[in-house]
């Protein structure tokens, strides 16, 4: 009974959230001076008028799933990383340095050798402030913070000396070489052989989580700290690993960002995913699956807006905005409160 | 070269550059360190830059007049921290999560809405603060010049910094707001109005953070860009836990950030052989050693970030 009133209550949640979303958007596309239906009919088009604009958003989507994935592992642990930004960027770096000079190998091998490396190093990265939360009790989310502007000068310094590539003088890497690039699956499209992984990476961890003793204590430290050290549960041990995890996911996300989009290592690759996955994961409440729903819809906003931005000069921060608006009205959904009185005493209920 | 660093002209320079990169810190950190001592952690303190700078702008833009421009700032900035302290106290939602969200959504609205604001217009800049000498005092060899000839937020900020402490040491009203910070159970049992203190707190960290942010726009570069704040509310969260919640141990961590950040630009300029891109992590390598300094001496409020629901145990 309490059940089935919950879950009423959270489809009508959700509808208001949308509905209350939409309606921010048409007002402001409207401030923009154009007409709502045209935009939204372009935003549509946009998202579902080719192949490649189709393929488009899941391309979009992969940095996003991997580095929302990671935050979710982290945030589970009561982790706070928001230091997907670098560590997606050291993954960058350590797939561009193994894929350059490890020659001589089959081109899967190499591909793996390289993305391997970027996911140890980028986990590594993150455990810098795993290790000064578990032992000292410092804030990991000034850590990682501190640890993104640390790693984005660090890649700026590597494309402008030992990455450099050697014939030319502009901030870049070489060129990764054909046969160790990821490969593109449907042709005359950006749909990369990465996001395959992706997929597969979410599934792994929803196993990790949901199914094994190990993403059980994960969960457990995360729940109450206490009750799990106190059930022998190491939570020192839990942290570093799901900091590991998490960065390691991250990275994996600019390694492949590498081996398959952009095919050599340059500045802002990350277009901030590392950022916007913070809020993916919160959106998706730290589910594998939900982030990859969440991952999904979010590019394909993005690749909507891309288009509107370019045909009508709607700005595409419009995008920004809409996916704080949703977090902003998940966590303050009470203010619906005047819709019901039951409200309340879910909220007494959780509170106990 | 080592000379070229260390003669007096260079060091009077640094130590200026110094305090105008620290001021816009400044204020974000008084403001939340504030918001801490209640409790309230407040992440969300990038955006309430964001909208100082972006709202002061506004205002000063379509006024002409700097001081219609501050309150803009003053407004943009209680708005954002508003909204967080609605989320945070009234609804008792994650702290962390909620300030995160805020600072993606300010910077969609500010950029949005500059977008719009610019569209079709040329360059547009607004005039700033012109530096008031005060006499005797900026005579003084090395500090005058850096410390006392300068805009008026910063004589504000001094001003600012020393009633905060006074506020939180001298009075009663400021030991219950630090009690509400460390047990609000306690506090409330005492008869202290938990919710209404972190409430006051909230609007002072939003209207500080925002002066924070009109300082970049109204003193220092008499623009606005998209995310101009680019992570000085972030590290005005370090310099709080820096300077141990005290609002001159935040004065002193933001000092050094600011220091340290001088000197990076200063030792580019002077043609040092390092990369400027490996200069650049100076700052951030610094604060994040400054921090492991720390350790151990921990002054952190007990019930930060935790809410407090009344009735519930």
Known sequence: MILQAKQKQTIIDAFLIFSITAIIGTVLILACGANPLEA??????????????????????????????????????????????????????????????????PGWIRIFLSLAAGFVCGGLWALIAAVLKAKFNISEIIVTIMLNYIAINFLGYSVRSFLMDPSGNVPQSAKIEPGSQLMILIRSTRFHAGIIIAVICV??????????????????????????????????????????????????????EVLAIQKKLLEGISSNCGY????????????????????????????????MQRQMGIPSSIVNIIIGVVVVLILGKEIFGFLGTKRKLTVMEEEK | MLEQILSVSFLTALLSAAVRLAVPLMYGGLGETIAEKSGILNIGMEGVMLSGAFFSFVGAWYS???????????????????????????????????????????????????????????????????????????????????????????????????????????TNIGLSVTAVGENPRAAASAGVPVHKYQWISMIFNGALGGIGGSCLVLVQLGVFTENMISGRGYIALATVILGRYTPFGMFGAALLFGAANALQIRLQTTGVPISPYLLAILPYAITLVAMLGAIGKNSQPESLSKPYIKGAR
């Open chain 1, 40 to 105: 939204y009919g372009l935003l549509f088009r946009g998202i579902f008028g080719s192949s490649s604009s189709f393929a488009e958003i899941f391309v979009k989507a992969c940095p996003l799933i991997l580095t929302g994935l990671g935050c979710a592992v982290a945030f589970r642990t009561g982790f706070f990383n928001i230091g997907a930004e670098g560590q997606f960027y050291i993954g960058a770096i350590a797939s561009t340095v193994i894929s350059l000079n490890v020659t001589g190998l």
């Open chain 1, 203 to 256: 599934l792994l961890v929803w196993f990790l989580m949901e199914k094994t003793s190990i993403g059980y204590e994960l969960k457990a430290v995360g729940l109450n700290r206490h009750a799990a050290a106190c059930n022998g549960i190491s939570v020192i041990k839990n942290i570093i690993l799901s900091a590991f995890l998490s960065g390691g996911l991250a990275a994996l996300a600019g390694g492949i």
């Open chain 1, 276 to 307: 916007t996955a913070v809020l993916i994961a919160l959106v998706a409440a730290n589910s594998p699956i939900g982030v990859l729903a969440a991952a999904v819809l979010y590019a394909a906003m993005q690749v909507g807006a891309n288009s």
């Open chain 2, 64 to 170: 002409g007049n700097l001081f219609i421009g501050l309150l803009f700032g003053i407004l943009g900035g209680v708005a954002v921290s508003s909204l967080h302290a609605l989320l945070t106290i009234r609804f008792a939602k994650d702290q962390s999560v909620s300030g995160l969200a805020l600072n993606m959504l300010m910077l969609g609205v500010t950029s949005f809405l500059y977008k719009i604001m610019s569209s079709g217009k040329s360059y547009q800049q607004v005039k700033t603060f012109s530096s008031i000498k005060i006499p005797l005092l900026s005579q003084i060899p090395f500090i005058g010049e850096a410390f006392f000839n300068r805009d008026i937020l910063t004589y504000l900020l001094y001003v600012l910094v020393v009633m905060v402490l006074i506020f939180y040491k001298k």
